[in-house]
């Protein structure tokens, strides 16, 4: 029986990386998750529209959780950003009933719906090692990723009640799903680390720092690639590496992928891109 869920594809999937959505989808396909779209679900906010206006980023995800709860399903999303703020706003929401009905009457004259906090919000990695199994991955494989892959999970989700079954503290699911893949996990220190997303526009050198730092890392470790959970933080640490560098006088150079990219490869889809990465792995680095 498939999976159901109620599909959030994250703030850049809509824009710079369509690449989430055009891999995301048969990537759930293979793996028997039946992605429903939540139509008309705004962004996140990424907990910058917070910084602004708390009020406002919590009543916007209000009404996210509370679609996907009047669909009776819960949230999936490749996005640990997304994953991370929808589940702090959730967890908000459930803890202050007063919060919660102040919310509700928003939501209520705006947009006729409420919340009752019973919907659960899930990234795509936790539903495949909790949900689906490893054991059905192992059996879809139809391309190993035979690469030294750095697993980049950022800070998101890594919060109780976040991130699945994990360990919240030392995180193992994405060097696992690797390793099924026939890929070789590659222990780094900076996996769960901030990118500093939510700074790229106020505070960028502090940025460029966070990014080269987590890159440089990876590539000391010995990792040809870096694949990311989070495609919020995939666009400072790919789009913005050549930057990074040349801030910080550190080596950045080594191809950033998206989760669903590498998991659409492995399954069989998209085997033009499979071979433009094996290029690109080939060519980028030292």
């Known amino acids: 029986m498939a999976l159901k869920y109620a599909y959030h594809p994250g703030n850049v999937a809509h824009s710079s990386a369509p690449e989430v959505a055009d891999t995301m989808v048969p990537t759930a396909g293979t793996l028997?998750?039946?992605?429903?779209?939540?139509?008309?679900?705004?962004?996140?906010?990424?907990?910058?529209?917070?910084?602004?206006?708390?009020?406002?980023?919590?009543?916007l995800n209000a009404r996210t959780l509370a679609m996907a709860e009047s669909m009776g399903m819960d949230i999936i999303t490749p996005c640990a950003t997304t994953a991370g703020t929808l589940h702090e706003d959730l967890t908000r929401l459930r803890d202050d009933p007063l919060l919660l009905a102040k919310t509700n009457d928003v939501l209520e004259r705006t947009s006729g719906i409420s919340l009752r906090g019973e919907v659960g919000v899930h990234h795509l990695l936790h539903v495949i090692v909790d949900e689906v199994g490893l054991e059905k991955v192992e059996a879809k494989l139809r391309n190993p990723m035979d690469f030294r892959i750095a697993g980049f999970y950022g800070p998101n989700i890594q919060q109780t009640g976040a991130?699945?079954?994990?360990?919240?503290?030392?995180?193992?699911?994405?060097?696992?799903?690797?390793?099924?893949?026939?890929?070789?996990?590659?222990?780094?220190?900076?996996?769960?680390?901030?990118?500093?997303?939510?700074?790229?526009?106020?505070?960028?050198?502090?940025?460029?720092?966070?990014?080269?730092?987590?890159?440089?890392?990876?590539?000391?470790?010995g990792a040809d690639m870096i694949v990311s959970a989070c495609t919020l933080s995939h666009t400072v640490l790919d789009v913005y590496q050549g930057k990074a560098s040349r801030s910080t006088g550190l080596s950045t150079n080594i191809p950033v992928i998206h989760l669903?990219?590498?998991?659409?490869?492995?399954?069989?889809?998209?085997?033009?891109?499979?071979?433009?990465?094996?290029?690109?792995?080939?060519?980028?680095?030292?």
């Open 163 to 221: 991130c699945g079954e994990d360990d919240v503290y030392d995180p193992q699911y994405l060097e696992q799903l690797i390793a099924t893949i026939g890929g070789e996990p590659v222990p780094w220190s900076s996996r769960t680390q901030s990118v500093g997303v939510p700074g790229l526009f106020s505070e960028e050198p502090t940025v460029l720092r966070q990014a080269a730092a987590a890159i440089s890392d990876a590539k000391s470790e």
């Open 32 to 59: 028997g998750i039946e992605l429903h779209e939540l139509v008309g679900a705004t962004s996140c906010g990424a907990g910058i529209i917070r910084q602004a206006n708390d009020i406002l980023q919590i009543t």
């Open 260 to 286: 669903t990219e590498l998991l659409s490869f492995a399954f069989g889809h998209h085997n033009s891109r499979l071979a433009q990465l094996r290029t690109r792995v080939a060519v980028i680095g030292d």
